[in-house]
C-alpha cells in the first residue's frame, strides 16, 4: 500500500511541476493580452474653452466642453492574435448641448504589442484607406521607459511619446509619457466663411481655408499592465486661408480626465494586474512548490517500502543430556 501512495504522489508531483511550466510559457503568454469583449466609456473635461459654433458661425469663448469616448470590441473580427475595437468620441458643450464634433474610428491592431495592423476594416472616419502605424488605444503589456509611436486619427499618421520619467497617480505608480503633434495640416471639407471671421473688411469676398490642427497630451501608462490611467490633452484647431494671412482659432480645448473616468481606469488597470500575477507568478509557483512536495514526499514512501531482508536469529545449540554411561 505504501509503494501505491508513494507511486501515485510521483505522478502528481510530475503533473503538477509541468503544468505550472506549461502556464508560466505557454498559457500566460497566450491568454495574457487586449481583451477582445471590451466595453469602457472615459470622459475629458475642457473649462473655459472657445470653439466655432457652426449653426450660428460664431466663437464662443468660457465654455465647459466634454468629449465622451466610448471604446467597443468587436469580437467576431478579433481572434487569438488581433483585437478589433471601434471607438466614437462626442465633443460636446454641456451648457447649450451643442455637439461641435464627432470622430470615430476602428483599430485592429495585436494583442500583446499592440502594434496596430491594416486589416479587420480598420478605418478613421469610416476610410479604409487609412494606413495605420505605431499604437493606438492599446498600449503595449508592460510598458518600457522608451519611445513609442503613438497614432493620431486627426493626421492620420504616428508621431512620438517621449517617455519623460516615473509619477504617482492616485497612489500607483506610473510612467509618464509627453506626445506632441505640431500643427499640421489635416484633411477635410471646410465651407467657404465670412471674411470678417478673418479680420477682413465686410463684403469681401469668403474665404476658403483649410483645417490646422496641434495637440500637446501626456499619457500617464500602468507599467504592469500597459494600461493608460490617465491623460490631458490640449487641442489647438485653426483655419487658416488657402490665400493669404491670417487664421481663425475654431477650438482650444484643455482636456482633464474626470475623476470618475480615472478612477474606471486604475480599477481596471488592478484588476488586470491581479490576473497577469496570478498566471505568471501565483499559479506557476504554486504548482511547483506542490509538485515538489508530491515528489518528496512520494520518493520517501516508495524507498521506504522497498523489499525487506528477514532478519537472521541467532542459532541455538542442542541441549546437553547427563546421565549414566550406556552398559556394553
Known amino acids: 500500500?505504501?509503494?501505491?501512495?508513494?507511486?501515485?504522489?510521483?505522478?502528481?508531483?510530475?503533473?503538477?511541476?509541468?503544468a505550472g511550466v506549461l502556464v508560466r510559457f505557454y498559457a500566460a503568454p497566450v491568454l495574457i493580452g487586449a481583451p477582445v469583449d471590451i466595453y469602457q466609456v472615459t470622459r475629458l473635461r475642457a473649462e473655459g474653452a472657445s470653439y466655432l459654433d457652426a449653426s450660428s458661425l460664431t466663437v464662443r469663448s468660457g465654455a465647459t466642453v466634454v468629449a465622451t469616448s466610448t471604446v467597443r470590441g468587436d469580437v467576431k473580427a478579433s481572434d487569438g492574435d488581433t483585437a478589433v475595437w471601434d471607438n466614437g468620441t462626442v465633443l460636446q458643450d454641456m451648457a447649450t448641448g451643442t455637439t461641435i464634433e464627432v470622430q470615430n474610428a476602428r483599430y485592429a491592431f495585436d494583442r500583446r504589442t499592440a502594434r496596430l495592423k491594416n486589416c479587420c476594416g480598420a478605418a478613421v472616419q469610416e476610410d479604409t484607406g487609412v494606413r495605420m502605424s505605431g499604437i493606438g488605444l492599446f498600449w503595449p503589456l508592460e510598458a518600457r521607459k522608451r519611445r513609442l509611436e503613438v497614432f493620431d486619427t486627426a493626421t492620420r499618421r504616428a508621431w512620438p511619446a517621449e517617455f519623460e520619467g516615473e509619477e504617482r497617480v492616485d497612489g500607483r505608480l506610473t510612467y509618464r509619457y509627453a506626445y506632441r503633434v505640431p500643427e499640421t495640416a489635416v484633411a477635410g471639407e471646410v465651407p467657404a466663411l465670412p471674411a470678417t471671421l478673418f479680420g477682413r473688411p465686410e463684403g469681401d469676398p469668403p474665404v476658403e481655408a483649410q483645417r490646422h490642427y496641434r495637440l500637446d497630451a501626456t499619457f500617464w501608462i500602468d507599467p504592469r499592465t500597459g494600461a493608460a490611467i490617465d491623460q490631458r490633452r490640449h487641442v489647438v484647431t485653426t483655419l487658416r486661408p488657402k490665400e493669404g494671412p491670417g487664421g481663425l482659432v475654431v477650438a482650444d480645448l484643455n482636456l482633464r480626465m474626470t475623476p470618475e473616468?480615472?478612477?474606471?481606469?486604475?480599477?481596471?488597470?488592478?484588476?488586470?494586474?491581479?490576473q497577469i500575477r496570478l498566471l505568471k507568478t501565483v499559479v506557476p509557483l504554486a504548482g511547483a512548490v506542490a509538485g515538489l512536495a508530491?515528489?518528496?514526499?512520494?520518493?520517501?514512501?516508495?524507498l521506504g517500502a522497498g523489499p525487506r531482508t528477514p532478519r537472521r536469529g541467532r542459532r541455538r545449540a542442542a541441549p546437553r543430556?547427563?546421565?549414566?554411561?550406556?552398559?556394553?
Open 261 to 274: 473616468s480615472r478612477k474606471a481606469l486604475r480599477d481596471r488597470a488592478d484588476e488586470g494586474a491581479a
Open 1 to 18: 500500500m505504501r509503494r501505491i501512495i508513494g507511486v501515485s504522489l510521483i505522478g502528481l508531483g510530475a503533473f503538477l511541476v509541468a
Open 294 to 302: 508530491a515528489l518528496a514526499a512520494g520518493l520517501i514512501l516508495v
Open 321 to 328: 543430556t547427563v546421565g549414566p554411561a550406556a552398559s556394553g
